[in-house]
């Protein structure tokens, strides 16, 4: 019971989550003394052998009465269905300056990379108000991402990728925990987030071994895996330019139209056969199993650094 009442309140969505809870928590107990408040009142007033008068209904219950009070709850109900489902939605998706996180899950470790390349194992500093956005990707069974101290827990699932971000506002170390049942060692999949000031946590990044950016992982990538025989500029054979594409609307050969994101690039490489650009012929090999997570991180990372159109909105 301590524990619950002792979960630090450490990041933005973490103060939004508590107010939705204690609204809740104070309409519910006035709802339920209200209703046990008549239910007894009624049940002594109106006891057998009472003196209290019966019959017809006192005149303040008429059909306008009945209306104004089913609206009214209705109303209720529907602003806190918008409430909280506007909090859990605003937990999707990360606001356009967000410092980038990726995070690979697997039985039983959490690998975390920063932007520059730095590379941790159940470790994650961040700076301290500023929002943190994570690309997550699992490399085996599914698990979530959970930190109590900021009420978020994303599902990382393995074969795509899923996003959750977060914005701390208290210095100190939390709790990080696998909230999915992954196998054996699933209760010790735990790790730490480490909130750091700005300074501190620029001097700490600057400390990292210099690992490759992702970017450049990428582009080593894209050579080593034939990806630069069709993709390059350069290149004779009639395929996809990939220069500006993340992030762009692709227009396909079905007609239907989609966003050039983390999942589409991901699919590309996987199923080439699924989204065909409209003008070019299905001649794509997939890449499932010649491929990992990692790899697939890494291509994505390089396709982006190759020109956006628009940030992540
Ligand atoms: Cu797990």
Redesign the pocket.
Same mark, same amino acid.
Do not use: L, N, T
């Given at each position: 019971m301590n524990a619950i009442f002792a979960l630090p309140e450490a990041s933005t969505q973490a103060v939004r989550v508590d107010g939705i809870l204690a609204a809740l928590v104070i309409v519910s107990a006035l709802t339920l003394a209200l209703v046990f408040g008549l239910l007894v009142s009624f049940a002594i007033r109106y006891r057998r052998g009472s003196k209290a008068k019966r019959g017809r209904l006192p005149e303040i219950v008429n059909r306008e009465f009945e209306v104004g009070w089913t609206a009214a709850t209705f109303f209720l109900f529907a602003f806190l269905f918008w409430w909280a489902a506007s909090a859990d939605v605003g937990a999707l998706t990360a606001p356009a300056n967000a410092l980038e996180v990726h995070v690979l899950?697997k039985?039983?470790m959490w690998k975390t990379q920063h932007a520059n390349g730095a590379r941790e194992i159940d470790e994650l500093h961040v700076p301290v108000g500023r929002p943190v956005r994570l690309v997550m990707t699992s490399q085996d069974?599914i698990?979530?991402f959970f930190v109590p101290a900021f009420r978020i827990k994303q599902d990382v699932l393995p074969g795509r990728n899923t996003e959750t971000w977060f914005q701390a506002t208290k210095l100190g170390v939390f709790h990080l925990l =696998?909230a999915?049942y =992954?196998?054996t060692n699933?209760s010790a999949?735990r790790g730490r987030i480490t909130v750091m000031r700005e300074e501190d946590y620029a001097r700490w990044l600057s400390a990292q071994p210099e690992g490759d950016d992702l970017a450049h992982v990428g582009a080593k990538l894209f050579v080593s895996q034939g990806c630069s025989g069709c993709h390059a500029s350069s290149s004779a054979v009639h395929a996809p330019k990939l220069e500006g594409l993340y992030g762009r609307t692709v227009q396909l050969s079905d007609g239907r139209q989609v966003r050039a994101d983390d999942a589409y690039i991901r699919d590309s490489m996987l199923q080439p056969k699924r989204d065909i650009v409209a003008g070019f012929d299905p001649i794509m090999p997939s890449f499932a199993g010649l491929l990992d997570d990692g790899d697939i991180q890494s291509l994505t990372a390089f396709i982006r650094s190759l020109g956006q159109e628009h940030g992540h909105d």
């Open positions: 899950a039985q039983w069974v698990h979530s =696998c999915e =992954c196998g699933h999949m």
